[in-house]
């Protein structure tokens, strides 16, 4: 009786939650160009990059820990904005939202069927970087697949709130160059944020990517986890929180 009151109480249906996430997991599984570029993308970019940087392996050691804080963004975004727009599209959301399932049971769903394929991507493009591709970090390698996570739910939350605002899938790509794109701009990979302009280094300090390449940088340069590497990780997951949070305010009934 205790746990059922509790489950009552809560302000979603863990039930409900865990057959969306296997539902969601179960159709991606059968598209099989999504899982490639879930999965395979991100590896498939560490090695260009090291290829790229195959005469200066300064310059790889030093930007490839940090576009763990990019790529798994700008891939999650893609996939997520795209499923999700598709299952408004062909009506697959609004018959779920008839029944009784509550908004933020979808979101979670979600949210819990891409973190999961979020691990898999993110422990998949360590082990390669760190492995054959031959990445070397001062800190523990589980840091760099904590960011790749961390930046992989942000581009699911993106992905998730820019589907309700797009009216098909070309659009929802479309909002890539003006959600997405500006952050890798401006996120300290190019130039350090003390160098920019002043309007554009202030705009960089409300980028959650800023963050995200900033911890995967703590993480390359220190042998252990800093104060620095802790407040940039819960800036990030509290971003997600907040566009999670908005992303279940636009599904309406």
């Known amino acids: 009786m205790s746990g059922l009151g509790l489950a009552e109480r809560l302000p979603f249906s863990p039930t409900i939650t865990g057959a969306t996430a296997v539902r969601v997991l179960q159709q991606i599984s059968r598209d099989k160009g999504s899982t490639a570029l879930l999965l395979g993308i991100p590896c498939m970019l560490m090695v260009l990059l090291k290829l790229m940087f195959h005469d200066s392996e300064a310059t790889f050691e030093r930007v490839g820990p940090q576009v763990f804080g990019i790529f798994p963004v700008i891939v999650m975004y893609l996939v997520a904005s795209v499923s999700t727009l598709r299952e408004r599209t062909t009506g697959t959301a609004e018959r779920l939202l008839t029944m009784p399932v509550r908004r933020l049971d ?39 697949m904590v960011i790749a996570m961390l930046g992989a739910l942000l ?92 992303s279940a305010t636009t599904l309406k009934r």
């Open 155 to 246: 581009g699911l939350a993106l992905g998730l709130l820019v589907s309700a605002f797009a009216r098909n899938e070309f659009q929802a790509v479309q909002f890539l160059p003006a959600g997405v794109l500006p952050q890798f701009l401006v996120c300290g990979l190019f130039v350090p944020r003390d160098e920019m302009h002043g309007a554009l280094s202030a705009v960089a300090k409300a980028m959650p990517m800023t963050y995200a390449v900033q911890a995967a940088g703590e993480a390359a340069t220190h042998t252990g986890v800093t104060g620095l590497f802790v407040r940039d990780a819960l800036l990030i997951l509290g971003c997600v929180v907040l566009v999670l949070v908005a």
């Open 106 to 144: 979808i979101v979670l769903g979600y949210s819990l069927a891409f973190a999961f394929l979020a691990l898999l991507q993110a422990v998949l493009s360590t082990l390669l970087s760190i492995g054959p591709l031959g990445l070397d970090i001062k800190g523990p390698a589980y840091l760099l």
